[in-house]
């Protein structure tokens, strides 16, 4: 086998067409689709169990609660109407988690739970769900992130 010099393999190309060459070869890691399925199975399973904690919410919310929930159980956790229900979801856990224990809302805002449960199986019920919301909302964001990053890219590769 011949060997060639990087100069000899571009002869002819121009500085743009090799600039081109090269970032097309980029593209998102295999690591987001996972991601992104993460996102939809965390989805359904807040769906699911969503009904099983008593989480208060105001019955104003409830319609626009149920409507999100209908979306995840579809799979559909990257539609932007999901935005506010998900911040409404998460303060009223928040809310429910404060009745419980005053002051472990703001923690649980703030932190990881998973090695804080509560004795109380309906209290660690609204404290799994929590941490399942806060899961989906990372994972989603994170694939919204790299979806953003790839029209970016697309944008610098066409200049």
């Given at each position: 086998m011949r060997k060639t010099s990087m100069s000899q393999r571009n002869r002819g190309r121009t500085e743009k067409d090799m600039r081109k060459a090269h970032m097309t070869t980029v593209s998102t890691p295999p690591a987001i689709d996972a991601v992104a399925l993460q996102a939809v199975r965390l989805g359904r399973q807040l769906a699911a169990a969503w009904s099983d904690a008593a989480v208060?919410?105001?019955?104003?919310?409830?319609?626009?609660?149920?409507?999100?929930?209908?979306?995840?159980?579809?799979?559909?956790?990257?539609?932007?109407?999901?935005?506010?229900?998900?911040?409404?979801?998460?303060?009223?856990?928040?809310?429910?988690?404060?009745?419980?224990?005053p002051g472990y809302g703001r923690f649980f805002q703030r932190e990881c739970t998973a090695r804080n449960p509560f004795c109380d199986v309906e209290q660690d019920r609204v404290r799994r769900l929590g941490e399942l919301l806060k899961g989906l909302v990372d994972a989603r964001n994170a694939v919204v992130d790299a979806v953003i990053a790839e029209r970016e890219l697309a944008r610098l590769r066409r200049r």
């Open positions: 208060e919410t105001d019955a104003t919310l409830d319609q626009q609660i149920n409507a999100t929930l209908a979306r995840c159980a579809a799979g559909a956790v990257f539609d932007d109407a999901n935005d506010r229900a998900f911040a409404l979801m998460l303060a009223a856990i928040s809310q429910t988690l404060d009745g419980f224990s």
